[in-house]
């Protein structure tokens, strides 16, 4: 008799292919398919809350509602960065049901406080199991927290809820790069245990790079078939290159008559701060502005490093309302991405994808095996940087300051590409509809089978 196990790999590699194939041919959408998917998405972050995650979310779950799908997604109050600290306990948004935990905001400025706030999150929604299981539902799980995937691995346990999971994040292994935790620390070796498991139960799972791919299947090979790359996106119908002289964030702050590099987002334990700061170190007697948006972890070191050094090229502003993005995102002639050498093919920067729909050139500091190389080749929209290297980031920028014509010819390149390459919300939550519903199919068989 083939186990379970057997089954599910042998379903995702030989059945699942040929029907998939089947379908093709006939070439029948199945609506009636997409409209019975009752979907809850379990994610920590949600607007109000400006973590990109969220914002990301949000927009997939708009997406996939026009599609059809029964959406409800359970989240937190808001508590990474955000102007409000409160939000409805429900609400319904494009006939989205949403859901908002009482989690408490217990020192969301510092690594115990985020974890705390990510197992009382964790443990609510537990508690939201309950109502997901009455509907039926399949579960849409990300780690945000990066324990959350744990909830799917005990709702197919309890009640043989199908789940798909969101990697937006590898845990243990950034800890381990951080140098937070030991790789032999026992803590790690039940944590890869868990994620085994995990991995192991889930219908689905996205990852967002090809490198992170790796690194999973590094780690579980038995789950290779069952992975999809599905890339972060940004939408070019909200964001939309705006000239900086009509821009009014450009003119509140002072940024018109300035070549200005923009920094917009996360600045934490992931990213590379430090080779930005020596190219502003170079550049610092020249008329040019770097203008860090956002938060995280290394900011306030920014910040100090910044004073003691008596620079007066910088601008810091907070996290910015979603409807003030398009301005801020354009108020720039050159965008800033970095990867930190030692997370590389851990994290994956949304910023990216923005940045290419500003329409402004971008520069990205990454390591040398970086997929982002390979995407900004492609898109040919600015250029790459190795991690440390300030004085080639100085370089490319006085390039762009002294020839503006480039820096445009390569932001309308990186929009472009953003656009041929299917980086934009319809496309993107079609891909996730995809696995959805093939995780619905997969789970279907199997009970069919089992019933014989």
């Known amino acids: 008799m083939m186990r379970l196990n057997e089954l599910n790999q042998w379903i995702n590699q030989q059945l699942l292919p040929s029907i998939s194939t089947e379908l093709d041919a006939r070439n029948k959408p199945s609506v009636k398919t997409q409209k019975s998917i009752k979907l809850s998405v379990l994610t920590q972050f949600f607007p109000p809350d400006y973590a990109a995650t969220g914002q990301l979310i949000e ?22 960065a955000f102007s409000s600290h409160t939000a409805p306990a429900v609400e319904w948004a494009d006939q989205i049901r949403i859901q908002r935990s009482r989690t408490a905001q217990i020192w969301t400025g510092r690594i115990r406080g985020k974890a705390v706030n990510g197992v009382l999150y964790t443990l609510r929604a537990m508690l939201y199991l309950l109502r997901a299981w009455r509907r039926k539902n399949i579960l849409l799980i990300t780690t945000a927290p990066p324990f959350l995937p744990v909830i799917g691995y005990l709702a197919y346990l309890l009640f043989r809820l199908p789940y798909v999971c969101v990697l937006y994040d590898l845990y243990p292994d950034i800890a381990i790069a951080l140098g937070v935790i030991s790789k032999r620390h026992w803590l790690v070796r039940l944590w890869r245990g868990i994620n085994k498991q995990v991995w192991l139960k889930a219908k689905g799972i996205i990852v967002l790079s090809p490198v992170m791919k790796q690194q999973v299947v590094a780690h579980c090979p038995e789950i290779a078939d069952k992975i999809s790359i599905i890339h972060s996106w940004a939408n070019p119908e909200a964001i939309v290159p705006i000239v900086k002289g009509e821009n009014w964030f450009a003119w509140k702050y002072n940024l018109v008559n300035k070549f200005s590099v923009l920094y917009s987002g996360n600045m934490g334990r992931c990213h590379d701060i430090d080779t930005m700061l020596e190219a502003a170190k170079q550049l610092q007697d020249e008329p040019i ?41 354009t108020a720039c002639d050159l965008s800033l991405v970095s990867v930190d050498a030692t997370t590389e093919g851990l994290v994956v920067p949304s910023k990216f994808y923005s940045a290419l729909a500003s329409g402004r050139p971008i520069a990205v500091i990454c390591s040398q095996t970086s997929y982002l190389r390979e995407l900004m080749a492609e898109a040919n929209c600015g250029g790459t940087f190795d991690n440390g290297d300030g004085q080639g980031l100085a370089q490319f920028i006085r390039f762009l300051n002294r020839d503006p014509q480039i820096g445009e010819q390569m932001g309308k390149a990186g929009r472009q590409y953003l656009r041929s390459s299917h980086f934009t919300p319809k496309v993107i939550s079609q891909q996730y509809l995809d696995v959805l519903q093939q995780a619905l199919l997969s789970d279907q068989i199997i009970a069919d089978i089992k019933a014989i």
Do not use: M
Request: proline share 5%; glycine share 12%; charged share 20%.
């Open 59 to 80: 927009e997939l779950v708009k997406q996939l509602g026009k599609q059809g799908v029964e959406v409800e997604v359970f989240t937190s109050q808001p508590g990474y």
């Open 289 to 329: 502005q770097f203008v860090c948006i956002g938060g995280g972890a290394k900011r306030e070191d920014l910040i100090t490093e910044v004073n003691r050094l008596g620079l007066n090229n910088f601008t810091f502003l907070p996290y910015q309302d979603q409807q003030v993005l398009p301005y801020s995102l």
